[in-house]
DNA sequence: CGTTGTGAACGTCTTCACAGCA
DNA sequence: TGCTGTGAAGACGTTCACAACG
């Protein structure tokens, strides 16, 4: 267990919403693919569309950013993604190191998006002998103990933990400790990190567990009246529910 | 461009919050280490800890399954493990695909914490002729081709999409079509779905970019009085954020 | 005229604080 | 006494609807 709370009085200053924040690149994405099509202006309903939210959302969300469009219009592409880059920190280069170089772990040293966005992969880190010197995705897996004087040589301040869930709290501790402030955890595991460093997690059976939930309701309705719907097409998440009185049954076990 | 929207009234009856549903799954993974370790009973405050969130929200959150509680006391581990696992969905087993056997694909398939839970990986299909017949994880790879096949014989109705960009949307629709409701996309594209089908992505660059976002606003502050700080640990996400007075001056390209 | 930018209304989620109960 | 369960308050996020403006 760990020492005492800070409480943080979540002082949310003026900056911008949280929410906004998340769905900027998604935004970007969209502006991106517009722009290779060099499309020069879209309109909050077209750009809203391509990224899978409402129209009304986008512009609040770019309201926070400042006031980019042109009324009767729309907003320029290449302007915007200049705008949403800069506003992420992506105009600046990111190096990242990513610890635990099993099937996942080599999965992202593989992906594409990362260096297509300001990331670039630093270095691998695995804690397995065997793995040293291997290259994976053309980058040579080094050993955890060189963990620290890699991170520094290179001025990390992102990891990604793509360990077994008994090895990350010490791999982040280290990190940690080694001057990395932002990390990436896919390890099933909630890791306590000092203030002032985020983590933001990626687990992939609890994104099956939700859907899990949603399928279950789904099963436990389909006899019910609701098959009158027209077949129309939402965009994403649907979230859908038909109506449903009780918990089902509390019976003690 | 996709056909009408349904506008979907947001009609989130009387069921349980979806922030709470999202919350399950972390429970129910810190109450099976309780379980593990043999510990009957466990406090909020307790449970909360090793969950990463806060006790009040944890007891409201458990509130909408119903009162399993002992006030007192604190839970029930085995028992709430059971009904948490029974409200997920649980306790009945969920035959799963995952399209497109890359890197990522062959991870989610090595990946232990599906079949933990009730999850089982029912086939792996990919659009490359040579994977066919290759057994990754296990199981041997399927052409596209037989993708109706599979999923009606194993009465599939979840689905992961680790396809690439490209390929994702028509993945989806065939798995649609051939009767899934649910699907985990990895792919990063904004899928479109008929009225019915949930959707949950995964977006690995997202997070990072998130992370960017903070990464950047603590490197414009460091200079700031904020050092001060005791160096107290707090769990997960601790959004820091020191004042920050304006938006950085905005200039047309 | 068409589209942005935004106050105001509304809904959802979190936190507080304490009554109620074992 | 100690902990749960929950109304009430408050923060946050979304949507509406329209004034402002190119």
Known sequence: MATGRTHRPATRSRGIPEATVARLPLYLRALTALSER???????EELAAAAGVNSAKLRKDFSYLGSYGTRG???????LVYQISRELGLTQDWPVVIVGIGNLGAALANYGGFASRGFRVAALIDADPAMAGKPVAGIPVQHTDDLEKIITDNGVSIGVIATPAGAAQQVCDRLVAAGVTS??????????VPDGVDVRKVDLSIELQILAFHE??????????????PAAVTREESTDQGPDGEHPAVMPA
């Open 216 to 229: 279950q309701r789904k099963a436990g309705e389909e006899a019910s009246g609701e098959a009158a719907v």
């Open 38 to 44: 060099s499309v020069p202006t879209v309109s909050s």
């Open 183 to 192: 990390i990436l955890n896919f390890a099933p595991t909630v890791l306590s």
């Open 73 to 79: 219009v729309g907003y320029d592409v290449e302007y």
